[in-house]
């Protein structure tokens, strides 16, 4: 056993358990919590896979700023403390569904084959990403910095309470 | 002889016109008999004519069906130029009669009408040279029956009694129109000669010819009122009473018997259908005589002596006896023609018609009452009177060919004929009398006196003293009939009158010296019961042919109901349960279509993965 | 060279996503229903790098669109809390089986 | 190739009513009557198509052919399939058209007494009308199927609008028997057009008779074209058990409607039996011919037997067209010129009696708003000239002789027995049940005491004497003078057998 393999089976619990943690605790926030841990096992798997750069941003935006933002969602809305129970038919067939899909997946999966590794993706992989981002895709990247404008003008509007909705509350 | 044509279309103009001209209305009596008058004397002229010319036909095409073509056409031969002259004889003289009969009726016109319909259908039946003509009309002479039958449409007893007619005697008209299609297919025709012809020449099998027969005498049972199809006759006398004298008495109700009689080169043919023919007869004419005893309503109990009567005719015809059968019918044109009409004028007198409570109307309808007692003696085979003849020949006919029980039943038969046709007269004309009367006006008496002589002549025309002269003018029929006259054994007539005078005598001693009680009583036991009840048979036919039919009618309909409607509605309703599972999906919950998405793709997957052999 | 084959990351990836749509499809929390399909998406980028480095035409491309995923993922989040909470403030609900009204 | 634009001009004189009236404002005192002349144009077109129909010929007249359009397929790129306009009439057909234009005229005025929205009621009827004759002056599978949807279209509007108490469940029962019978019936379109590559009428009779040049369809696919082309036709006749919607239909259409869909849209169905069961496929009839009768005799039987307990004059009526439509198919079964002739003459006379006894219905609707048997009751006193004409009407439906009912029941019997006496001899017990249940419906209207419940009814209006006058005369016409169709009808022509 290398240590490399050490690395990716403590990630990969770490990833798993978390996974397993929000879907099984009874807690909005705790559930919340244990994604963080999710998150952080996908950024050291990202590291494992020469991608430092993207497991930088994970941790920044998911374990950061995604989480916060959830937490501020479960907070400003009001929850009964337990999650309200489904119903078993529906669970059932929705995990039956998801065992079949997986099933199929891992048979697919196992049976891939590929070409040979890239070998020079963890050599200045900042730079690279950097030259990419501001040659090939320096479009969509801007795209992107639109959409997140639009976002976050979106987000302010739908989240702001209209005008008449207040004077309806402060007289009421 | 050309103008044979207007012997049936005189009276089907008179319908036409009394039909669309209402300011007629009082004068519609006159227009029909008139025109009746003059087809009448048409039919005169035919018949003297065909003496001298004999034979005639005449045909034209009417419809081609494939290479055969249908003619129509008008024959005259000397069976139908005697009916003819009948028909329209009496068709004549009830046209008077009701004048004076109808006079007050509000229909009067319509009534009119419906006669010359009739009339018109009855003589185009007559002169009918093919089977589809003569069904056609055979069909229309029912249909006037059934409306004539009906004429009185608001009384309930009428309804039922015109709705009978008709479909008893269609059931028997199926019976013909089968051995119609049977003939055609068997001789590609339907023109009597050459039908006649092919069954002469052995072209039809025998035992087919036995069933056609059979059939077309199936038809002439429904027609003629024989067992088992006689039940819609006596109830047919909810029609007004000159209709009852015309059509179900002289003229339709012996179609039956000139149908056998028209047919009978195939009936010759075929034994068994003789013998079926002539033991119907024979049970029919006991059977409804039997009947005919123990009633009270002036007019069933005639309705039932014709019944019987038709039944001897047919016994007639069944014992080789075609002459007397056919000379039998005349002579039962006559006086039951006669009969009727008096009756008629009793009722009109005293608005009655049970027996039991006239009583002493010779007094009162001095005219009447004679005619009346013509018309019974000489339907009792009183000697020397028409009907003494024309029974005594049907007697001989049957006992000259050999069926001796048949023979003994028509026996028994005048013996009761004359014994209920007397008690009849005896309680409705002798002893005393309590009710208002009045003799009826001279038009109606007048159509009475001319039957009145003719039943009393009518009888000459064929007898073993005189001359054959009917038979002898029958024999030149065009189509090969073998004729066979038995001479009576010199014992017969004496014993026929000894069994007709006896009976006139018993009904005499019962009714007029009064040796037994003779009030009419509601309780009647035994055999009694069973005669007025007439063998139970209307309620036979009840239970089984009308129940049953409903029965299986209501089966059906709720067959219709729950299986057919059933089923189309168990399709339906999967398709809408169907539709509401969809709906249900359609929950507006984005996790429940996430999840139908989602097991989507797996079925595919799945299906892509098993059929594309990755695993 | 590297001893952890690729489809141990793919697997992780599988196993992520599928609970992250068990999540999705289940959970009544419209929050946690949120945070599930970040899961997925989670799990979408992993087999993005996994096959940057081990992919048919492997090269950096691959972190580069995982990149944006991470961006697109993170305005979706947003835009996602304030829709939420705009509903929160009609119905006073965020249980996913009460918002229903795209039945209606 | 084209004769005349008469049939065209024909077929689309409808259209000119329909502009007339939706011009016309819609409370318009005179737009019953505008419906009505909009009627009358078809009416004299249809008659002058009638009178120019030269009887000695043979075969199709007054043909019309516009290729419409082209069907490319990559199986043979060089021939195209060719969609045709394509229109004609057979000695059968021209008195299918007369009987439709005629029933729709006389109908389209026991319609005047329609109020509620009467301008969308003659617009649709005039809509029907088009249907109608279209279909009957398609020479063309194609186009016939494309007027048969516009008879299917209409009728479920004019069903569902202006119908009876239930009448949304009858105007859908309609539709969905309707539509699977169209469904059935454009499977064998197709797959016609696809083996034998045209639609047109006479030449697929032709191409059909000659059964060994046909290389792709085998006995057993004709044997279920046939099947299809039998229920589709059989759901429109109707044939048992497929009858449920048609009872319903006549019992809540309005009573104009129920005219043209008993008079003729039934008739469709026969026409097709006969034209293309008869026409394409007479092998695979042959083989059936048993199966066929027996199904008639049910027909027959079954309807007259149900129609003896109804309890109400229209379902008595619907079901008495059922057991009628039962002697089509017997004549049809027996396959001979007696047969067939008998089959035609029941159609059209079936027609003529059924439009006019239900024209009577609309009468004893519009008196004594009623039509349940134990209510009414010896109208014959009050209204003798209605009674009369009930009586006329039902003494026709029953098969009298010197009526249109008897020649047809007599002809298609007559073929019947040459073919299998002994289910003839059982079917023939339907005659009798026919008088039974006729005299039943029509006696109990008619006959018996009178009910003071309806004082002071009018008789007959000369609206309503005219149109029951013209049907009784030309049903008493062909009852006496038969030869009238047949002379026109050239049935061993038309469809090639027989003689």
Same mark, same amino acid.
């Given at each position: 056993?290398?240590?490399?393999?050490?690395?990716?089976?403590?990630?990969?619990?770490?990833?798993?358990?978390?996974?397993?943690?929000?879907?099984?605790?009874?807690?909005?926030?705790?559930?919340?919590?244990?994604?963080?841990?999710?998150?952080?096992?996908?950024?050291?798997?990202?590291?494992?896979?020469?991608?430092?750069?993207?497991? #930088?941003?994970?941790? *920044? /935006?998911?374990?950061?700023? !995604?989480?916060? @933002?959830? &937490?501020?969602?479960?907070?400003? +809305?009001? =929850?009964?403390?337990?999650?309200?129970?489904?119903?078993?038919?529906?669970?059932?067939?929705?995990?039956?569904?998801? #065992?079949?899909?997986? *099933? /199929?997946?891992?048979?697919? !999966?196992?049976? @891939?084959? &590929?070409?040979?590794?890239?070998? +020079?993706? =963890?050599?200045?992989?900042?730079?690279?990403?950097?030259?990419?981002?501001?040659?090939?895709?320096?479009?969509?990247?801007?795209?992107?910095?639109?959409?997140?404008?639009?976002?976050?003008?979106?987000?302010?509007?739908?989240?702001?309470?209209?005008?008449?909705?207040?004077?309806?509350?402060?007289?009421? | 002889?050309?103008?044979?044509?207007?012997?049936?279309?005189?009276?089907?103009?008179?319908?036409?016109?009394?039909?669309?001209?209402?300011?007629?209305?009082?004068?519609?009596?006159?227009?029909?008999?008139?025109?009746?008058?003059?087809?009448?004397?048409?039919?005169?002229?035919?018949?003297?004519?065909?003496?001298?010319?004999?034979?005639?036909?005449?045909?034209?095409?009417?419809?081609?069906?494939?290479?055969?073509?249908?003619?129509?056409?008008?024959?005259?031969?000397?069976?139908?130029?005697?009916?003819?002259?009948?028909?329209?004889?009496?068709?004549?003289?009830?046209?008077?009669?009701?004048?004076?009969?109808?006079?007050?009726?509000?229909?009067?016109?319509?009534?009119?009408?419906?006669?010359?319909?009739?009339?018109?259908?009855?003589?185009?039946?007559?002169?009918?040279?093919?089977?589809?003509?003569?069904?056609?009309?055979?069909?229309?002479?029912?249909?006037?029956?059934?409306?004539?039958?009906?004429?009185?449409?608001?009384?309930?007893?009428?309804?039922?009694?015109?709705?009978?007619?008709?479909?008893?005697?269609?059931?028997?008209?199926?019976?013909?129109?089968?051995?119609?299609?049977?003939?055609?297919?068997?001789?590609?025709?339907?023109?009597?000669?050459?039908?006649?012809?092919?069954?002469?020449?052995?072209?039809?099998?025998?035992?087919?010819?036995?069933?056609?027969?059979?059939?077309?005498?199936?038809?002439?049972?429904?027609?003629?009122?024989?067992?088992?199809?006689?039940?819609?006759?006596?109830?047919?006398?909810?029609?007004?009473?000159?209709?009852?004298?015309?059509?179900?008495?002289?003229?339709?109700?012996?179609?039956?018997?000139?149908?056998?009689?028209?047919?009978?080169?195939?009936?010759?043919?075929?034994?068994?259908?003789?013998?079926?023919?002539?033991?119907?007869?024979?049970?029919?004419?006991?059977?409804?005589?039997?009947?005919?005893?123990?009633?009270?309503?002036?007019?069933?109990?005639?309705?039932?002596?014709?019944?019987?009567?038709?039944?001897?005719?047919?016994?007639?015809?069944?014992?080789?006896?075609?002459?007397?059968?056919?000379?039998?019918?005349?002579?039962?044109?006559?006086?039951?023609?006669?009969?009727?009409?008096?009756?008629?004028?009793?009722?009109?007198?005293?608005?009655?018609?049970?027996?039991?409570?006239?009583?002493?109307?010779?007094?009162?309808?001095?005219?009447?009452?004679?005619?009346?007692?013509?018309?019974?003696?000489?339907?009792?085979?009183?000697?020397?009177?028409?009907?003494?003849?024309?029974?005594?020949?049907?007697?001989?006919?049957?006992?000259?060919?050999?069926?001796?029980?048949?023979?003994?039943?028509?026996?028994?038969?005048?013996?009761?004929?004359?014994?209920?046709?007397?008690?009849?007269?005896?309680?409705?004309?002798?002893?005393?009398?309590?009710?208002?009367?009045?003799?009826?006006?001279?038009?109606?008496?007048?159509?009475?006196?001319?039957?009145?002589?003719?039943?009393?002549?009518?009888?000459?025309?064929?007898?073993?003293?005189?001359?054959?002269?009917?038979?002898?003018?029958?024999?030149?029929?065009?189509?090969?009939?073998?004729?066979?006259?038995?001479?009576?054994?010199?014992?017969?007539?004496?014993?026929?009158?000894?069994?007709?005078?006896?009976?006139?005598?018993?009904?005499?001693?019962?009714?007029?010296?009064?040796?037994?009680?003779?009030?009419?009583?509601?309780?009647?036991?035994?055999?009694?019961?069973?005669?007025?009840?007439?063998?139970?048979?209307?309620?036979?036919?009840?239970?089984?042919?009308?129940?049953?039919?409903?029965?299986?009618?209501?089966?059906?309909?709720?067959?219709?109901?729950?299986?057919?409607?059933?089923?189309?509605?168990?399709?339906?309703?999967?398709?809408?349960?169907?539709?509401?599972?969809?709906?249900?999906?359609?929950?507006?919950?984005?996790?429940?279509?996430?999840?139908?998405?989602?097991?989507?793709?797996?079925?595919?997957?799945?299906?892509?993965?098993?059929?594309?052999?990755?695993? | 060279?590297?001893?952890?084959?690729?489809?141990?990351?793919?697997?992780?990836?599988?196993?992520?996503?599928?609970?992250?749509?068990?999540?999705?499809?289940?959970?009544?929390?419209?929050?946690?229903?949120?945070?599930?399909?970040?899961?997925?998406?989670?799990?979408?980028?992993?087999?993005?790098?996994?096959?940057?480095?081990?992919?048919?035409?492997?090269?950096?491309?691959?972190?580069?669109?995982?990149?944006?995923?991470?961006?697109?993922?993170?305005?979706?989040?947003?835009?996602?809390?304030?829709?939420?909470?705009?509903?929160?403030?009609?119905?006073?609900?965020?249980?996913?089986?009460?918002?229903?009204?795209?039945?209606? | 190739?084209?004769?005349?634009?008469?049939?065209?001009?024909?077929?689309?004189?409808?259209?000119?009513?329909?502009?007339?009236?939706?011009?016309?404002?819609?409370?318009?005192?005179?737009?019953?009557?505008?419906?009505?002349?909009?009627?009358?144009?078809?009416?004299?077109?249809?008659?002058?198509?009638?009178?120019?129909?030269?009887?000695?010929?043979?075969?199709?007249?007054?043909?019309?052919?516009?290729?419409?359009?082209?069907?490319?397929?990559?199986?043979?790129?060089?021939?195209?399939?060719?969609?045709?306009?394509?229109?004609?009439?057979?000695?059968?057909?021209?008195?299918?058209?007369?009987?439709?234009?005629?029933?729709?005229?006389?109908?389209?005025?026991?319609?005047?007494?329609?109020?509620?929205?009467?301008?969308?009621?003659?617009?649709?009827?005039?809509?029907?009308?088009?249907?109608?004759?279209?279909?009957?002056?398609?020479?063309?599978?194609?186009?016939?199927?494309?007027?048969?949807?516009?008879?299917?279209?209409?009728?479920?509007?004019?069903?569902?609008?202006?119908?009876?108490?239930?009448?949304?469940?009858?105007?859908?029962?309609?539709?969905?028997?309707?539509?699977?019978?169209?469904?059935?019936?454009?499977?064998?379109?197709?797959?016609?057009?696809?083996?034998?590559?045209?639609?047109?009428?006479?030449?697929?009779?032709?191409?059909?008779?000659?059964?060994?040049?046909?290389?792709?369809?085998?006995?057993?696919?004709?044997?279920?074209?046939?099947?299809?082309?039998?229920?589709?036709?059989?759901?429109?006749?109707?044939?048992?058990?497929?009858?449920?919607?048609?009872?319903?239909?006549?019992?809540?259409?309005?009573?104009?409607?129920?005219?043209?869909?008993?008079?003729?849209?039934?008739?469709?169905?026969?026409?097709?039996?006969?034209?293309?069961?008869?026409?394409?496929?007479?092998?695979?009839?042959?083989?059936?011919?048993?199966?066929?009768?027996?199904?008639?005799?049910?027909?027959?039987?079954?309807?007259?037997?149900?129609?003896?307990?109804?309890?109400?004059?229209?379902?008595?009526?619907?079901?008495?067209?059922?057991?009628?439509?039962?002697?089509?198919?017997?004549?049809?079964?027996?396959?001979?010129?007696?047969?067939?002739?008998?089959?035609?003459?029941?159609?059209?006379?079936?027609?003529?009696?059924?439009?006019?006894?239900?024209?009577?219905?609309?009468?004893?609707?519009?008196?004594?708003?009623?039509?349940?048997?134990?209510?009414?009751?010896?109208?014959?006193?009050?209204?003798?000239?209605?009674?009369?004409?009930?009586?006329?009407?039902?003494?026709?439906?029953?098969?009298?002789?010197?009526?249109?009912?008897?020649?047809?029941?007599?002809?298609?019997?007559?073929?019947?027995?040459?073919?299998?006496?002994?289910?003839?001899?059982?079917?023939?017990?339907?005659?009798?049940?026919?008088?039974?249940?006729?005299?039943?419906?029509?006696?109990?209207?008619?006959?018996?005491?009178?009910?003071?419940?309806?004082?002071?009814?009018?008789?007959?209006?000369?609206?309503?004497?005219?149109?029951?006058?013209?049907?009784?005369?030309?049903?008493?016409?062909?009852?006496?003078?038969?030869?009238?169709?047949?002379?026109?009808?050239?049935?061993?022509?038309?469809?090639?057998?027989?003689?």
């Amino acid at each position: 056993m290398t240590g490399e393999l050490l690395v990716f089976i403590i990630l990969f619990l770490v990833t798993i358990t978390g996974g397993l943690l929000m879907l099984n605790l009874t807690k909005v926030i705790h559930m919340v919590m244990a994604l963080v841990l999710t998150f952080l096992g996908i950024a050291g798997l990202y590291i494992m896979l020469s991608a430092e750069f993207v497991a #930088v941003v994970q941790i *920044l /935006i998911y374990s950061g700023a !995604i989480t916060i @933002i959830m &937490l501020f969602g479960i907070m400003l +809305t009001k =929850h009964t403390e337990a999650e309200p129970k489904t119903g078993w038919a529906k669970k059932g067939v929705v995990f039956t569904g998801i #065992v079949l899909f997986f *099933l /199929i997946m891992f048979k697919g !999966i196992r049976t @891939i084959s &590929l070409g040979p590794q890239a070998e +020079t993706l =963890h050599e200045n992989n900042t730079e690279q990403i950097g030259i990419m981002l501001f040659t090939d895709y320096v479009i969509p990247f801007e795209l992107v910095s639109v959409v997140l404008l639009v976002a976050l003008v979106g987000a302010v509007v739908l989240a702001k309470k209209d005008e008449e909705d207040e004077k309806e509350g402060e007289q009421s | 002889m050309d103008y044979v044509f207007l012997i049936p279309m005189l009276p089907l103009l008179s319908f036409l016109i009394i039909l669309f001209t209402r300011p007629i209305y009082k004068k519609a009596g006159i227009v029909g008999t008139l025109f009746t008058g003059a087809a009448f004397l048409c039919s005169l002229i035919v018949l003297f004519s065909h003496f001298a010319e004999g034979n005639y036909i005449v045909e034209a095409n009417w419809f081609s069906l494939d290479t055969v073509i249908i003619t129509v056409g008008l024959e005259v031969n000397p069976l139908n130029a005697l009916m003819l002259v009948i028909v329209t004889l009496v068709s004549f003289l009830v046209h008077i009669y009701s004048m004076g009969y109808m006079a007050n009726d509000e229909r009067y016109a319509t009534f009119f009408s419906y006669l010359g319909l009739f009339t018109f259908s009855m003589t185009g039946l007559v002169l009918s040279p093919n089977l589809l003509q003569l069904y056609m009309f055979w069909e229309l002479v029912g249909v006037c029956s059934f409306l004539l039958v009906g004429f009185y449409f608001y009384k309930p007893e009428a309804k039922a009694a015109a709705k009978k007619a008709f479909i008893m005697t269609r059931i028997g008209d199926i019976g013909l129109l089968v051995a119609i299609f049977l003939l055609f297919w068997q001789t590609g025709s339907f023109e009597l000669d050459v039908i006649f012809e092919a069954a002469q020449a052995g072209d039809i099998a025998p035992s087919l010819i036995t069933l056609i027969a059979i059939l077309i005498f199936v038809g002439a049972v429904g027609k003629s009122g024989q067992f088992p199809l006689h039940t819609w006759l006596p109830d047919a006398m909810e029609g007004p009473t000159p209709v009852s004298a015309l059509i179900h008495a002289a003229t339709m109700v012996a179609a039956g018997v000139y149908l056998v009689a028209v047919t009978y080169p195939l009936f010759s043919v075929s034994e068994v259908a003789m013998t079926t023919v002539a033991v119907t007869g024979g049970f029919t004419a006991i059977f409804a005589a039997t009947i005919a005893l123990v009633q009270t309503d002036i007019k069933r109990i005639l309705a039932y002596s014709t019944v019987s009567q038709l039944g001897y005719m047919m016994l007639a015809l069944g014992a080789a006896g075609y002459t007397a059968g056919v000379f039998h019918l005349t002579t039962h044109a006559f006086f039951k023609a006669l009969l009727f009409l008096a009756a008629g004028s009793v009722i009109h007198a005293v608005h009655e018609q049970n027996i039991f409570k006239m009583g002493g109307l010779s007094k009162k309808l001095p005219i009447t009452a004679t005619l009346f007692l013509i018309a019974s003696l000489s339907i009792s085979g009183f000697p020397l009177l028409a009907g003494f003849f024309s029974k005594d020949e049907i007697l001989a006919t049957t006992y000259g060919d050999g069926r001796y029980v048949l023979f003994a039943i028509g026996l028994i038969t005048a013996f009761l004929t004359a014994f209920y046709m007397f008690r009849l007269y005896f309680l409705v004309f002798s002893g005393n009398s309590s009710t208002e009367a009045r003799e009826s006006p001279s038009v109606m008496l007048i159509p009475m006196m001319v039957l009145g002589a003719l039943a009393i002549v009518g009888g000459y025309i064929q007898t073993n003293w005189f001359g054959t002269f009917l038979g002898d003018w029958l024999e030149t029929t065009p189509y090969s009939i073998t004729f066979v006259h038995h001479e009576a054994p010199f014992w017969l007539p004496i014993l026929a009158s000894v069994l007709s005078i006896g009976g006139i005598a018993l009904a005499w001693m019962m009714y007029v010296r009064k040796t037994t009680s003779i009030k009419e009583s509601n309780e009647r036991t035994g055999l009694h019961e069973l005669l007025y009840r007439k063998y139970y048979v209307d309620e036979l036919y009840q239970v089984v042919f009308v129940k049953g039919s409903r029965v299986i009618a209501y089966f059906w309909m709720y067959v219709d109901r729950f299986i057919i409607e059933g089923g189309a509605a168990v399709i339906t309703g999967a398709v809408k349960r169907f539709g509401q599972a969809g709906v249900k999906l359609q929950s507006g919950q984005v996790q429940t279509y996430g999840t139908v998405a989602f097991s989507g793709l797996v079925l595919v997957l799945l299906l892509i993965a098993v059929l594309g052999g990755y695993f | 060279m590297s001893s952890v084959p690729l489809s141990a990351f793919l697997v992780t990836a599988l196993l992520l996503f599928c609970m992250g749509l068990y999540g999705a499809l289940t959970k009544r929390n419209a929050v946690i229903v949120l945070i599930s399909i970040e899961l997925m998406l989670n799990a979408v980028n992993l087999n993005l790098v996994a096959f940057a480095k081990y992919g048919v035409g492997a090269s950096i491309r691959g972190q580069v669109f995982s990149l944006f995923t991470i961006t697109v993922a993170a305005a979706e989040a947003a835009v996602g809390l304030a829709i939420l909470i705009a509903l929160y403030r009609n119905r006073a609900t965020v249980n996913v089986d009460e918002m229903n009204t795209l039945k209606k | 190739m084209n004769d005349s634009f008469l049939l065209t001009i024909l077929i689309l004189s409808p259209l000119l009513g329909i502009v007339l009236l939706s011009i016309m404002p819609g409370d318009h005192r005179f737009i019953n009557y505008m419906g009505v002349l909009g009627t009358v144009l078809p009416l004299g077109l249809t008659l002058i198509v009638f009178s120019l129909f030269d009887r000695s010929l043979s075969g199709v007249q007054f043909k019309e052919y516009h290729q419409w359009f082209e069907l490319m397929t990559s199986i043979s790129p060089n021939e195209p399939y060719t969609v045709a306009y394509d229109l004609g009439v057979t000695g059968l057909s021209v008195l299918f058209l007369m009987l439709a234009s005629l029933i729709t005229f006389l109908a389209s005025l026991t319609a005047l007494r329609i109020k509620e929205s009467a301008k969308g009621f003659y617009i649709l009827f005039l809509l029907l009308e088009v249907g109608i004759l279209g279909v009957f002056a398609s020479e063309n599978l194609f186009l016939f199927f494309l007027f048969f949807e516009i008879t299917l279209v209409s009728m479920f509007l004019l069903v569902g609008k202006w119908g009876g108490f239930n009448r949304e469940k009858a105007a859908f029962s309609f539709l969905i028997y309707n539509g699977i019978g169209s469904i059935l019936l454009l499977i064998v379109i197709i797959v016609l057009f696809v083996e034998m590559r045209t639609t047109n009428i006479t030449e697929l009779t032709m191409l059909l008779k000659d059964t060994d040049s046909l290389e792709f369809l085998s006995g057993s696919t004709r044997t279920w074209l046939f099947v299809l082309l039998l229920i589709a036709f059989g759901i429109k006749l109707p044939i048992v058990p497929f009858h449920t919607w048609m009872v319903r239909v006549h019992v809540e259409a309005p009573i104009a409607v129920v005219m043209i869909h008993a008079g003729v849209l039934l008739k469709i169905g026969a026409y097709g039996l006969i034209r293309f069961g008869v026409g394409f496929f007479p092998e695979q009839l042959k083989e059936m011919a048993v199966a066929l009768a027996i199904l008639g005799v049910i027909n027959l039987l079954y309807g007259a037997f149900i129609a003896l307990v109804q309890t109400e004059l229209r379902s008595v009526l619907a079901y008495s067209s059922i057991s009628h439509m039962g002697i089509v198919l017997l004549g049809v079964a027996s396959f001979n010129t007696a047969g067939l002739q008998g089959a035609v003459f029941q159609t059209i006379s079936h027609g003529l009696i059924a439009a006019l006894l239900f024209l009577l219905v609309g009468v004893l609707i519009n008196r004594f708003q009623t039509t349940k048997l134990e209510e009414l009751g010896g109208v014959a006193s009050q209204t003798p000239l209605f009674a009369g004409f009930l009586l006329a009407a039902g003494l026709a439906s029953l098969g009298l002789p010197g009526m249109s009912g008897f020649i047809s029941e007599f002809l298609a019997f007559l073929g019947l027995f040459e073919a299998m006496p002994v289910i003839g001899a059982v079917g023939v017990l339907g005659l009798i049940l026919t008088a039974v249940y006729m005299l039943r419906a029509v006696l109990a209207v008619t006959f018996g005491e009178r009910r003071t419940l309806f004082d002071n009814n009018r008789d007959l209006t000369a609206v309503e004497l005219v149109p029951s006058a013209i049907l009784l005369s030309i049903i008493i016409w062909i009852g006496v003078y038969p030869q009238v169709l047949s002379n026109t009808l050239q049935l061993a022509r038309t469809l090639g057998i027989g003689g």
